[in-house]
């Protein structure tokens, strides 16, 4: 008997026990988040991602020339890899030339035909010259043999010494008429000729021209770097199939590494809080053991559509103070701007912060009871907000609502 009662003592203690347990351990469960209010320095940080990219590089461009030409659009037929280390004068590239090929077979053809021309004129010309010098040649054999004949006709009628004399006269004039007809033809001859290897020597000029502007669609590098690809109008990296102009003849660019910034977007409501010269702590995502500082050198006035969005962002350069080798530009980076700092403040979570007819209060521990207490509240960021009055540093608040305190009043400041 005294065994079974001494069992059932033991039992009844163990079933205390695991009750209390139990529901202790659902009231910790169901028990409301706390933390106390801190004092230090608060730190409000706009963060936004960014890409990172060099504030001078050297552009590679294409053909320069190729508008005189008329040749507008050029297709990029092969580029080397992005990222790739070229020497000065390594190759980058090379653009389609069937357009130029084009032209440059015309202009032989054009070539051919003038230099034809120009041979047939040689021949007319060199034949009709001809035939005028042995007219005149003709009038001076008649006039030396009408001299001679009139040498011998001493005894002859007057009649017919006048008529050689005439006759002799009459010839003079048509050589002197000869002479001057000759020296027009060959005056034009000799422009038609020079007009006609004129145009030979501009097609000449032409091809040599063209045979220059096809080198250039072999792209080489005037210096030694690292390549990177450039964006077209469209925000578009430029790559093999893309088509370059006259206006926009650059294929890819030679970024100085020395020189970096990170080129970021805000939202309208960051922005009003983003300034010259805040300071910056830059991250890249591609290595997260990499911090370098910078400091904020652009803010854009105006804001601009995102491609497939309507919300204005507005562009924001931060200027990076060191450099690392790993960095290279088109990497994505964590950009920390820091827009506000306080030092030795009261600060708690934002979640600790409860409202009623406009007065901002805190559900504060005070010894087993908890009192609702009126706060003045200063800046805040995404997670706290600094206390100017109603709170202690170390007062312990709580992060959600208490059961049960909704009649409760507020103590408000003095």
Same mark, same amino acid.
């Given at each position: 008997?005294?065994?079974?009662?001494?069992?059932?003592?033991?039992?009844?203690?163990?079933?205390?026990?695991?009750?209390?347990?139990?529901?202790?351990?659902?009231?910790?469960?169901?028990?409301?988040?706390?933390?106390?209010?801190?004092?230090?320095?608060?730190?409000?940080?706009?963060?936004?991602?960014?890409?990172?990219?060099?504030?001078?590089?050297?552009?590679?461009?294409?053909?320069?020339?190729?508008?005189?030409?008329?040749?507008?659009?050029?297709?990029?037929?092969?580029?080397?890899?992005?990222?790739?280390?070229?020497?000065?004068?390594?190759?980058?590239?090379?653009?389609?030339?069937?357009?130029?090929?084009?032209?440059?077979?015309?202009?032989?053809?054009?070539? !051919?035909?003038? %230099? +034809?021309? @120009?041979?047939?004129?040689?021949?007319?010309?060199? /034949?009709?010259?001809?035939? $005028?010098?042995? *007219?005149?040649?003709?009038?001076?054999?008649?006039?030396?043999?009408?001299?001679? !004949?009139?040498? %011998? +006709?001493? @005894?002859?009628?007057?009649?017919?010494?006048?008529? /050689?004399?005439?006759?002799? $006269?009459?010839? *003079?004039?048509?050589?002197?008429?000869?002479?001057?007809?000759?020296?027009?033809?060959?005056?034009?001859?000799?422009?038609?000729?020079?007009?006609?290897?004129?145009?030979?020597?501009?097609?000449?000029?032409?091809?040599?021209?063209?045979?220059?502007?096809?080198?250039?669609?072999?792209?080489?590098?005037?210096?030694?770097?690292?390549?990177?690809?450039?964006?077209?109008?469209?925000?578009?990296?430029?790559?093999?199939?893309?088509?370059?102009?006259?206006?926009?003849?650059?294929?890819?660019?030679?970024?100085?590494?020395?020189?970096?910034?990170?080129?970021?977007?805000?939202?309208?409501?960051?922005?009003?809080?983003?300034?010259?010269?805040?300071?910056?702590?830059?991250?890249?995502?591609?290595?997260?053991?990499?911090?370098?500082?910078?400091?904020?050198?652009?803010?854009?006035?105006?804001?601009?559509?995102?491609?497939?969005?309507?919300?204005?962002?507005?562009?924001?350069?931060?200027?990076?103070?060191?450099?690392?080798?790993?960095?290279?530009?088109?990497?994505?980076?964590?950009?920390?701007?820091?827009?506000?700092?306080?030092?030795?403040?009261?600060?708690?979570?934002?979640?600790?912060?409860?409202?009623?007819?406009?007065?901002?209060?805190?559900?504060?521990?005070?010894?087993?009871?908890?009192?609702?207490?009126?706060?003045?509240?200063?800046?805040?960021?995404?997670?706290?907000?600094?206390?100017?009055?109603?709170?202690?540093?170390?007062?312990?608040?709580?992060?959600?609502?208490?059961?049960?305190?909704?009649?409760?009043?507020?103590?408000?400041?003095?």
């Amino acid at each position: 008997m005294n065994k079974k009662k001494i069992a059932y003592a033991i039992g009844a203690v163990v079933l205390l026990i695991l009750a209390y347990s139990f529901f202790n351990t659902t009231s910790e469960e169901n028990a409301p988040i706390t933390t106390n209010v801190v004092k230090g320095v608060f730190l409000d940080e706009v963060i936004i991602s960014g890409e990172a990219q060099s504030t001078s590089s050297k552009k590679i461009n294409g053909p320069i020339n190729a508008r005189r030409f008329n040749i507008y659009q050029i297709k990029i037929q092969d580029l080397v890899a992005e990222g790739t280390v070229v020497k000065k004068g390594g190759y980058i590239g090379k653009l389609d030339a069937s357009e130029v090929n084009g032209k440059i077979n015309d202009a032989m053809l054009n070539l !051919e035909s003038a %230099q +034809s021309r @120009y041979t047939q004129k040689q021949l007319d010309t060199t /034949l009709t010259l001809k035939e $005028e010098r042995n *007219k005149i040649k003709d009038l001076l054999f008649n006039i030396e043999k009408d001299e001679i !004949e009139l040498s %011998q +006709s001493t @005894y002859e009628p007057p009649a017919t010494i006048k008529q /050689l004399e005439i006759n002799i $006269e009459k010839t *003079k004039r048509d050589l002197k008429e000869k002479k001057e007809n000759y020296s027009i033809k060959k005056r034009k001859a000799t422009a038609e000729m020079v007009q006609v290897a004129t145009e030979v020597s501009k097609i000449k000029k032409r091809i040599e021209e063209l045979k220059n502007l096809q080198k250039e669609f072999t792209i080489h590098s005037e210096e030694a770097g690292m390549v990177t690809y450039i964006k077209d109008w469209s925000g578009n990296k430029k790559k093999v199939g893309s088509t370059i102009s006259p206006w926009e003849p650059a294929i890819a660019s030679l970024p100085d590494l020395t020189q970096m910034e990170s080129k970021t977007y805000s939202n309208e409501v960051d922005i009003r809080k983003i300034k010259k010269e805040l300071p910056v702590v830059v991250g890249f995502d591609a290595f997260p053991e990499i911090e370098l500082s910078g400091i904020v050198t652009n803010v854009a006035n105006v804001g601009e559509n995102k491609q497939g969005s309507d919300v204005k962002l507005f562009q924001v350069l931060i200027k990076l103070n060191e450099t690392n080798e790993n960095i290279r530009p088109g990497m994505t980076t964590s950009n920390k701007i820091l827009t506000h700092k306080e030092e030795d403040v009261l600060m708690m979570p934002l979640e600790a912060v409860f409202a009623k007819d406009s007065i901002s209060f805190a559900y504060v521990k005070s010894g087993y009871s908890i009192e609702k207490k009126q706060i003045e509240l200063g800046t805040s960021n995404n997670e706290v907000v600094i206390i100017k009055n109603g709170l202690k540093e170390n007062e312990t608040v709580f992060l959600s609502k208490p059961e049960g305190l909704d009649d409760k009043s507020i103590t408000l400041l003095k």
